[in-house]
């Protein structure tokens, strides 16, 4: 039997960090189907093989030929599955300014061609309901880190978390929502046409500015614009 071991009584200093999460719509679905032992760890792989190219560098199987390979950025200081997604958290200060965008651009890209992902899937999972779009909400802000008592194994906790968390779930029409907490400069927002706007409606958050992809918020429609942003 595995148990919940209890924490070190004090947590580390506040460090300022990105964190990224992402979801997997429709992972519920695909689990209940039968012989699904078989599917899941294939696909799981899949999904996490294409986020580590992403962030370590590879050769991106998923874009045109012209933009594939990938140099590695920053590593992360931690990494965790979720039972439908992940989270990977990165110290903020080892992004160059450079950096934080490249790595947007490389989820971004991801997120918009996981059709191709889907497609490598369906050629060695005979399942129709596989997970048809992958969702992402990246923060930053202070995290705290737990340490376990009878290991070296850590938590994190704090807000930035909670708010990639809520970011990632918030417009599932868009389903690519990062921080402006990020604080990427406007030049380079316009330039990789993204735009800023005001988030209104985040469970258990105030209103927050946020980023997204410039053609997927015009898409949305009015009233869901309405509802949502401001």
């Known amino acids: 039997m595995t148990t919940i071991s209890t924490f070190k009584d004090k947590a580390s200093f506040p460090e300022q960090a990105v964190v990224m999460i992402f979801d997997l719509e429709g992972f ?5 189907q039968p012989d699904v032992q078989e599917y899941v760890p294939k696909f799981l792989n899949l999904v996490l093989d294409a986020i580590s190219i992403c962030i370590n560098g590879g050769e991106a199987y998923w874009l045109s030929a012209e ?21 990977y958290i990165w110290k903020y200060n080892d992004f160059e300014h450079s950096d934080l965008i490249v790595l947007i651009n490389r989820l971004y890209n991801l997120k918009y061609r996981f059709d191709n992902i889907i497609e490598s899937a369906s050629e060695i999972i005979p399942v129709l309901d596989i997970p048809k779009n992958i969702r992402f909400g990246i923060a930053a802000g202070s995290v ?5 008592q ?9 807000y930035s ?3 990639a968390s809520r970011l ?3 417009c599932r029409d868009i ?20 735009i ?5 409606q985040i469970k258990g958050f105030p209103k927050e500015f946020v980023i997204v992809d410039k053609e997927d918020f015009n898409n949305l429609s009015e009233d869901i614009k309405d509802e949502l942003f401001e």
């Open 28 to 32: 519920s679905k695909f689990f209940s």
């Open 67 to 87: 933009d594939k390979t990938y140099n590695p950025l920053p590593k992360h200081i931690h990494s965790k599955f979720l039972g439908d997604g992940a989270i």
């Open 144 to 148: 705290y880190k737990l340490t376990y």
């Open 150 to 158: 009878n290991s070296n194994k850590e938590e994190y906790i704090g």
């Open 161 to 163: 978390i909670n708010l």
């Open 168 to 170: 990632q779930s918030y």
């Open 175 to 194: 389903g690519f929502i990062f921080s402006g907490r990020l604080n990427i400069k406007s030049t380079e927002l316009k330039k990789n046409t993204y």
């Open 196 to 200: 800023k706007t005001v988030a209104k």
